[in-house]
């Protein structure tokens, strides 16, 4: 099993981003995924999550109504659209599908700054 975590980067306050998460080894289609978000010098914390028809979502009150979680079953990818970004939104930003035998993927950071 392998994640691929792309499209962050430096994004002034205000800003968007849309990341992207390819998946590999495994029938993404039967499962559930979730973003997840890393601070420095801190735990996984969960951002988002969608099960594996599309519906089912779930957002941390932190995000709700600015990030937006979606999914491709037929590319293997989840995508989370993020919006009016805050510099506590910066972190390094994983998705995975919660199977604790799983490693994580490289994740993808998103910086918010002036």
């Known amino acids: 099993v392998r994640y691929v975590e792309s499209g962050g980067g430096l994004v002034q306050p205000g800003g968007s981003l849309r990341l992207s998460c390819a998946t590999f080894?495994?029938?993404?289609?039967?499962?559930?995924m979730t973003w997840y978000r890393q601070a420095p010098g801190k735990e996984h914390d969960l951002v988002a999550s969608?099960?594996?028809?599309?519906?089912?979502?779930e957002y941390a009150g932190s995000v709700k109504g600015r990030f937006i979680i979606s999914r491709d079953n037929d590319k293997n990818t989840v995508y989370l659209q993020m919006n009016s970004l805050k510099p506590e939104d910066t972190a390094k930003y994983y998705c995975h599908r919660g199977d604790y035998s799983d490693n994580w993927g490289q994740g993808t950071l998103v910086t918010v700054a002036a």
């Open positions: 969608i099960d594996h028809g599309g519906g089912g979502i």
């Open positions: 080894g495994f029938t993404f289609r039967n499962y559930a």
